[in-house]
């Protein structure tokens, strides 16, 4: 039976009167933190004090405590020896495929499948993914994620994005798979190109991250440096060559709120879960083949190929070819390899930053691919562009300050 | 419009590429904070870095400012005995005085830009600098025939110093650590730069050698490099004032969880 | 204005110029104005630019957010500045000790054995600290209000 619209509305009423309390709206502390935090005059220096806390405990935790304090010490003063003991026929191809160098005195400089491949994926990234992943779930379950997002919203607009691509920003900081996944909160597909290639060119992951924080401590500030310059730079070239629309949105501000530790240690546990599955397999399968591309002389052959370019263009020794190789398969690993190879500060500072804008991991890759092959092709077309040019423009800013 | 400015942004950037001159043979020198000596000239201070030292090596051969092994050991040489003989103050420079049974260009040079002797050095005061020959007579010829002949035979016992405050006679000798130097080195460097025997491979290695040496002498600590500097005794950890910190944090940190407890 | 408020603005004036002073000398020492220097239990290392520029930056924001909260009569939102401004120095002051506390677990690198000592690990926590660390117990009062939920009577 139905009711005409008049009695409809009065049920309406009468279920609201008897369900619905109203109260007077009390502004409290939280409220008022909510709000200075996405003004742009109070919301600003926050946020950088958020990002100095960031950083500055995933330094302490992954680098200090348990990298160095501890993992660095199991791999070299134990693993290490052991294996090199234990391991018959040290001239053999399978003791180069996993151990590597026999003369090797640290994990790094081995590279070997069970050494190298092992202490990058669980001495070095797996310390820095939990910490990255756990600061992060605690940001976002706190609320204050959309602020940020609310902040950020002005900036990201110049490069053709809204506020809510700090949230594929920040995951590409822990890894960028998942992160080319989040480009689909973005509402257009100019957008999402954009994003995907800004991504997969200029955002390190924390595998990377943790690996430079290991390597080359002192210059990842400056790495970080010339990787968001450039994001902006060419962000802001994407914007304007890319055709289509970069509509505004409404953001949903939570309140803030204590996180719920059974929400983060879930969140932690699942996202921990899934980059060891993408990722070990892929640091001891990269190892291998990067071991067996130099066996066979591959690396060798690429690295005389590209020689002129490397050492002219970029201003880096030509041993930096290998690496750009295995960067293809795992950026850490690649990373990990540079640290090896005798270069000048400048020299390493723009071999990393190369490793970073180069070719996105085949992981990053595969995802890109499944969001649409012309979208990858395109993706790949920029990032071989920007990869010449923006190389070439650190050499020469390296040249012009007489440092490189 | 914007064609033109992007063509032209290319073109510059080759141009910068192409400005640079590429260093063949040994690895680049890593960076090291080594800090400078300084000296007073007639009363003025100066201080003068490793790269001033490059320059001035690299000028008198002729070729790019290059602080080479031996450049890098007088430095390192100078700075620890400076530090031995007057501690915290700063010599004149007349009053420094230097043996060296090291005599090649590099650590010539050096000594002669740190006590201001060399040619074209714009000193107002000079110090004093004898190389020594193996049997530890001083030589008399500088030429670089005369020291050519002596350096032929370099080993580790070349690698013997003195720093002399010439106005006490207080001095220091050093002498550089054996396993500072890789396993066959001079024996290398012999077939390479002497003999002119060495193979293409022998030629990689030595270079490969030298590199690592350089980057040792640059990059270690004074009780690493020299056989008569002890290393700094470790400090034992404060504990008092460890605690004192910890205990105040416990019971801080103790109050506020209380106190928020009390307020839900 | 009653007593009270009048004291918790001299408070927080107080601080927050003191805060803003550490936070300009973090990053003048930086700069390169002075080598470093350490008085008594504070020093200021100053060699590196994330935790002396960066850093100082954040306090100096936690100061200015403590003053500008003097502007205007006291209501909810000139407490919450001084929250953000306490907040910037919690920030400092709880990153630099849970830097200290991940140095001081491990042995270090030249020792054989994993874990530091007791004495090694509580000696890892002794003076000198940073201008932050020694910010911290003033900033109890700003706590105090905080939990009490006293803010509206300031």
Known sequence: MALPVQERWDLVDIIARKTVAAGAYRQNLGDVLGDLTVRPLTGIPVAFAVLYAFWSIFSSFAGALVTDGFMVKVFDSHWLPWLQGAWSDPASIHYFLFVGDPLAENCFEAFGMLTSGLFVAIGVVLPAIIIFYLMMTVLEDSGYLPRLAVLMDTVFHRIGLHGYAIVPVILGLGCNTPAVTATRVLETRKQRFIMMTLLAIFIPCGAQLGVMLEVIPDAVGWVMLFLLIGFGIFGFILDRIIPGSNPEILIDVPPYHWPLWENVTKKLMNRTKSFLKDAVPFVLFGVLVVNVLYLAGIIGALADLFEPLFVTWFGVPKETVGPLVAAFLRKDLAVAQLSAIAMTPYQMITAVVLVSIYFPCVATFVVMLREGWKELAAAVAVLVATVFIYGGLIHAVGILMGVA | ?264 | MNRNSSMFTLYTGLLGLVTLAFGLADILVWAGASPGFSIGILEIAGGDFFRWAWGGAILVFGGLFMLGSLRGRGTMEQFGKIVLGAAMIWIIAGTDIFARLCESIPAGEEAPEFFNSVAGFVGGFAPPYSPAILLLPFTLGIVYFLFNGRFDEI
């Open chain 2, 1 to 264: 419009m914007r064609r033109e400015g992007f063509i032209v942004l290319i073109a510059a950037l080759m141009l910068c590429q192409g400005a640079l001159a590429h260093m063949p043979g040994a690895d680049p020198a890593p960076e090291a904070d080594l800090g400078p000596i300084v000296v007073l000239d007639n009363g003025v201070p100066v201080e003068i870095g490793i790269d001033d030292i490059a320059a001035y090596h690299g000028g008198l051969e002729g070729k790019e400012p290059d602080a080479c092994i031996c450049c890098v050991c007088m430095y390192r040489v100078l700075l620890a005995g400076i530090s031995e003989v007057w501690g915290d103050e700063i010599p004149e420079r007349s009053d420094i005085g230097v043996q060296s049974r090291l005599v090649s260009d590099g650590a010539l040079h050096t000594a002669w830009y740190v006590t201001g002797i060399g040619p074209g050095m714009d000193a107002g005061s000079a110090g004093r600098l004898t190389l020594v020959a193996p049997n530890g007579s001083a030589l008399t010829d500088y030429s670089t025939q005369a020291r050519m002949g002596i350096a032929k035979n370099r080993c580790l016992g070349d690698y013997r110093f003195e720093v002399t405050r010439l106005s006490t006679g207080e001095s220091a000798t050093l002498t550089l650590c054996e396993d500072l130097f890789p396993e066959g080195f001079f024996e290398l460097r012999r077939a390479v730069n002497v003999d002119k025997t060495a193979t293409e491979a022998q030629s990689a290695e030595f270079l490969e050698k030298w590199s690592f040496l350089r980057a040792d002498l640059l990059q270690k600590p004074d009780y690493e490099l020299f056989n008569e500097i002890e290393p700094p005794e470790e400090e034992e950890p404060d504990v008092l004032g460890g605690g004192v910190f910890l205990a105040l944090l416990c019971i801080t940190g103790a109050g506020i969880v209380l106190m928020g407890k009390k307020r839900r």
